[in-house]
């Protein structure tokens, strides 16, 4: 098929692309499809497949040149995709024809689509001027003291608390709860069954840890609090809220004694407290040195990332979007409605979501196509070698034997991840060899894996 085509470039890794067809092909194109119809056709008067071309033009004309025009888009674009694999539409992005060609068998044919293409990344990456900062971060006393009070917590025994007593700063609590209108009425969609948390954790989206304070078992509050404008929870900020809470359970903690006893009944390879002591330390070495390499791979990528610029299809972010919304309902434990009606009933709309989520989302889609990018230009591989050792290393971080965790990524989709994940890391390893590297500010071992 004879095509010449044109391609302009639109905002957003849009594209253009105007197909001209041969006259030629354009006959012999519309030929075949009359000839393919005429074969199998059946017309009162005249026998199958002998119906004259005449009678079905005149019959079915304007029928037979849609279906001839669309049989030459279909031949023209997939010969021009299999040429230039560059100018091949998204998936999810739906070619939009500007004009339904006119088929003249006598004429060339010309066609327009509009649509969003995979978006190009710099072929060379400006590195200059990046800055990696690394925290500095000791582990001393006060931070195993802390670590061993969340073990002595969640070694604890949980009893009910008398009947009668009031709850206090950390008793486990279950409630009920429900937003309420001026009149009383139940607000629609928020009401919460069986919800447990510990009284001074913060662990509950209406803050209400210092309101349930002194109420009993079986006890029932209206609650009207209202929230600053800078809460963390969007659906929140600025908001004044009522609330009817009813308090079902009271628990309160046993704590263990910090001794040997206890090292025992955390794992069998810790005989003494002085080597849960050691293993403490030693496992948040392990993950200060883990949290750290993350921050400095987040803050070079979001360098990179300002400095190289790409640009994103607006189908591509609301693919992404669409995807993060269904995997927070998952999180919810509810549908992907479900939870819209929930956000609808506080005041904020699935939209107003997307758009508070958009500019991290692009980020994030950015970085994973520098990524892909440098991977695919430094042709990163791993070698079976490389990969065991990193089955041995996460062994010994976990305590268990290398055949366990290859066992584990025996799965061949999980594996797959396995070596992407190997080869990520070693291009990061040979992009700080790139950047400047210093000394960060000191902060807690806690404050490190804030936000």
């Known amino acids: 098929m004879n095509i010449t085509k044109e391609i302009t470039q639109l905002e957003h890794s849009a594209i253009k692309l105007t197909a001209t067809i041969s006259k030629e092909d354009v006959a012999a194109s519309y030929k075949e499809s009359v000839a393919k119809i005429a074969k199998n056709i059946q017309i009162p008067g005249f026998r199958k ?49 500007e004009e339904q060609p006119v088929l003249d068998t006598a004429q060339d044919m010309t066609f327009s689509l509009t649509y969003d293409v995979f978006p190009k990344v710099p072929a060379e990456l400006d590195f200059s001027g990046i800055t990696v900062q690394e925290p500095q971060v000791e582990i001393g006393e006060a931070e195993i003291d802390k670590e061993l009070s969340e073990i002595r917590e969640r070694n604890a025994i949980v009893i009910d608390k008398k009947d009668g007593e009031p709850a206090a700063a950390d008793d486990i609590v ?18 919460r069954q069986d919800y447990v948390f510990t009284l001074g954790s913060g662990m509950n989206i209406y803050k209400l840890d210092d309101d349930l304070v002194g109420m ?34 009271i628990k309160v903690r046993n704590l263990p004694e910090l001794d040997d006893e206890l090292a ?92 508070d989520w958009r500019a991290q989302t692009e ?16 042709n990163i591989t791993v070698t079976p070698e490389e990969i065991q050792q990193e089955y041995e290393r996460i062994a010994e971080d976990a305590g268990v034997s290398a055949e366990e965790i290859q066992k584990h990524y025996a799965d061949a989709k999980l594996k797959e991840y396995f070596i992407d994940e190997v080869k990520e890391q070693k291009l990061y390893t040979q992009l700080f060899d790139q950047v400047k590297t210093e000394k960060g500010s000191s902060m807690s071992f806690a404050d490190l894996f804030k936000n």
């Open 49 to 97: 497949g002998h119906v004259p071309i005449s009678i079905l033009e005149r019959k079915y004309g304007d029928a037979l040149k849609a279906d001839a025009v669309s049989d030459l888009i279909d031949k023209a674009l997939e010969a021009l995709f299999s040429e230039d694999g560059d100018i091949r539409p998204l998936p999810y992005s739906q070619p939009a024809l």
């Open 264 to 355: 025992q009944d955390v794992s069998e390879k810790y005989q003494t407290l002085a080597d849960l002591k050691a293993g403490i330390q030693k496992d948040m070495e392990r993950a200060k040195t883990k949290r750290i390499r993350d921050l400095k791979v987040n803050s070079l990528l979001e360098q990179l990332v300002q400095k190289n610029d790409i640009a994103l299809p607006q189908s591509m972010v609301d693919v992404e979007l669409e995807s993060r919304w269904r995997m927070s309902a998952q999180r919810m434990q509810t549908t992907p409605e479900q939870m819209e009606k929930l956000f609808s009933a506080t005041g904020h709309t699935k939209e107003q979501i997307f758009d």
């Open 216 to 249: 009993k078992k079986g006890e029932t509050k209206d609650i009207t609090k209202t929230y600053p404008s800078d809460m963390e929870e969007p659906v929140l900020a600025g908001k004044t809220k009522k609330l009817r809470v009813t308090v079902t359970a």
């Open 174 to 191: 279950t409630i009920n709860y429900e937003e309420i209108d001026d009149t009383g009425a139940p607000v629609p969609n928020t009401q």
């Open 363 to 378: 980020k994030d889609i950015k970085s994973r196509l520098l990524v892909e990018s440098l991977l695919k230009a430094r």
